[in-house]
């Protein structure tokens, strides 16, 4: 890991990002070694008009390929990082040399057991494209049926564990040397990067996906999904339908078919809020190198999606209040919106709403200042999520998973057709969803999913109550609470009771010490009677 981390250092010092080595305290030494090399020098002049944010971006992709997926997902944290460098690290694609085609033969004839010709009847070792993670090669089962085959770079397992164990060790330094550190929480962003990466390389969760997606898109004319062939599904190799569409990159191919690009730009805003809302299931890795457009009849164009490494799910309560948010923000119901992130947790319970309402309405106002077809629904999540932050929010994954998502959909969208209304496209899915939801249809279906537990639970309830009556009859029934509020109380209790047994404690001394003065200097005086009596009423009333 030694190496590893040298390596990485030499990487950012030419790269000018000297303020990263100084907040991890790396290797000082070499720091200075490094820096008075000429290669660093050269590298350094080359860069030197360059953002901070294009200088990260370079430098991760020269690190390599799980660099690159770590930029990939923290490019989706704007929580966290600086616009800047947020939208930089945005840019970063899976663009990287192929392996080799026989490496990813013999990997294929590893993971089935048997040679690749008893397995495909054609196989093509030139990749038809490559990522970070696998590559995709053509071949043809045996049924005659044309597939893609995705297969796992060699050593990539080896390769990630390594990686990650070096981006804990600079998380672990940045958190103990950096300022930021407390704000941008490094070890628990490379653990969400971690959990991210390790699912991505595990293909029968892809395939799993995939079948998934298809599932929820059956009969539909919005979105394709191809065909899972389970039989030759691995951990490492996955064998999907091979789809013959046009990329969505390739407008002119797309106009010469003679595409509707307004119905292909809108259809691609109901698939994601389709997605979202009514199937709880949304392909998360929508950039244009993942999706394809079918146009066996160009009025009608279809999406066709690939790639379902990273899919996303919402919890049902976001789903619903990040619906309500969206037609409250529309309807210009500012303290809606406020209400909703208390409502849901969002933000702290003892936040004003009438604080939150006004930070809201002057984010909010200028947007709306535009036309409606020019205000995006990825920039006002993004919005809310910045003043959410100021009221301590702590901005679910899942949550900027969907935002980075619908930024990629609006922004191809508008690219295919600049006069795209989101609004206007999405705002009819969004309405019949929520009416929907408070239905009585809706809520009886809910009811009759519920109705076994309902009655499996009052079935238990008689043999309670009976023992419950026992024991209260036996006097052996009792009541454990263990909420932590309890537990005050209970100190709570003891400090009084321990202040009033000393308040009880010096009265008597008090009281004891004057009766014995008076009695000692005056045995005669007839006002010692009285001073009792008051000094008794003083206590008692201090009892009460």
Known sequence: MLARLIQIQRVLLRHRLDDLVQATHLYRPVRLLVLLSPDTWRARRRRRGASRGERLRLALTELGPIFVKFGQAVSTRPDLLPADVANELAKLQDRVPPFPGAAARADIERVYGRPVAEVFAEFDETPLAAASIAQVHVARLRDGKEVVVKVLRPGMREGIERDLEVLYALA?????????????????VVAEYEKTVLDELDLMREAANAAQLK?????????????????????????????????????EKLRAAGTDIARLAQNGVRIFFTQVFRHNFFHADMHPGNIFVLVDDPRQPRYAAVDFGIVGTLDPRDQHYLADNFLAVFDRDYRRVATLHVESGWVP??????????????????????????????????????????????????????????????????ELYPELDVWNTASPILREWMEERMSGRVVLQGLRKQLPELIEAARALPPLIKGAMNRAQEGTLRFRLDAPD?????????????????????????????????????????????????VAWILGARRR
């Open 172 to 188: 672990r330094l940045a958190e103990q040397y950096w300022p930021e550190a407390r704000r941008l929480r490094p070890v628990e």
């Open 486 to 534: 309890v537990e005050s109380l209970k100190l709570a209790l003891a400090e009084s009771g321990r202040r009033r047994e000393s308040v009880m404690i010096g009265a008597a001394i008090l009281l004891g010490g004057i009766v014995w003065l008076a009695i000692g200097h005056a045995p005669a005086w007839p006002g010692w009677g009285l001073l009792v009596f008051g």
């Open 215 to 251: 599932r929820n898109f059956a009969g539909s004319d919005l979105l394709y999904v191809p065909e899972v062939y389970w039989d030759y599904c691995r951990t490492d190799v996955m064998v999907m339908e091979r789809i013959h569409g046009i990329p969505i990159s390739d407008r």
């Open 349 to 414: 319970a003892h936040t004003r709403v009438d604080e939150m309402e006004s930070a809201v309405r002057t984010v909010c106002e200028p947007i709306f200042d535009r036309p409606l077809k020019d205000i995006s629904f990825g920039h006002i999540l993004l919005r809310l999520f910045e003043i959410s932050r100021r009221f301590n929010m702590v901005i679910q994954p899942q949550l900027v998973l969907l935002q980075k998502t619908l930024l990629n959909v609006e922004g191809l969208g508008r």
